[in-house]
T-cell receptor
Framework: GIQVEQSPPDLILQEGANSTLRCNFSDSVNNLQWFHQNPWGQLINLFYIPSGTKQNGRLSATTVATERYSLLYISSSQTTDSGVYFCAVEYPAGKLIFGQGTTLQVKP | DTEVTQTPKHLVMGMTNKKSLKCEQHMGHRAMYWYKQKAKKPPELMFVYSYEKLSINESVPSRFSPECPNSSLLNLHLHALQPEDSALYLC?????????????FGPGTRLTVL
């Protein structure tokens, strides 16, 4: 089956710092989403990004489908950005396969 | 409105109990999903319903029984669970079980089996 790998597994930042999270996938996919899971377990949609670049405030994402990777950029990090970031690919249709996640801690 | 609601938020049950988890969405989505998430692990797909019909069952034990009474509602019936079934159960929905749909997740039900 398809493999989804995220790096780094853990990340500690000082408030205000920037970071890049990476997601590699082993096969062509129909869909790629980035999520933020807060400490209460809620999965919040950040981006639906099968290809190209999108920006939403301090967050942006780029997916290079031909090279099978996606990047999530967090700029000027805040303590509320803490949590687990997952990328998930859809393969086959309807089935989301999640990476292991990146646990981010932003210190004040 | 991109809201998926789940009840209850927390559930504690014994191994002989029967309980149900409920998920609801009013976005007109025709695909609904159940995921299971163990602590410090990613969510794993359990079931997919498309147009109220079960379309994917990821070899889930029969002690978990899904039901989709209508296009807005998804239930997960639980019976004779084991302690290892303790987890966060997440429901999601999307426009269709297709290649271009964002899945929206509910807040989850945290289940403890004693």
């Amino acid at each position: 089956g398809i493999q989804v790998e995220q790096s780094p597994p853990d990340l500690i930042l000082q408030e205000g710092a920037n970071s890049t999270l990476r997601c590699n996938f082993s096969d062509s996919v129909n869909n790629l989403q980035w999520f933020h899971q807060n400490p209460w377990g809620q999965l919040i949609n950040l981006f639906y990004i099968p290809s190209g670049t999108k920006q939403n405030g301090r967050l942006s994402a780029t997916t290079v489908a031909t090279e099978r990777y996606s990047l999530l950029y967090i700029s000027s990090s805040q303590t509320t950005d803490s949590g687990v970031y997952f990328c998930a690919v859809e393969y086959p249709a309807g089935k989301l396969i999640f990476g292991q996640g990146t646990t981010l801690q932003v210190k004040p | 409105d991109t809201e998926v609601t789940q009840t209850p938020k927390h559930l504690v049950m014994g191994m002989t109990n029967k309980k149900s988890l409920k998920c609801e969405q009013h976005m007109g989505h025709r695909a609904m999903y159940w995921y299971k998430q163990k602590a410090k692990k990613p969510p794993e797909l359990m079931f997919v319903y498309s147009y109220e019909k079960l379309s994917i069952n990821e070899s889930v034990p029969s002690r978990f029984s899904p039901e989709c009474p209508n296009s807005s509602l998804l239930n997960l019936h639980l019976h004779a669970l084991q302690p290892e079934d303790s987890a966060l159960y997440l429901c999601a929905s999307s426009h269709d079980r297709g290649a271009t749909d964002t899945q929206y997740f509910g807040p989850g039900t945290r289940l403890t089996v004693l």
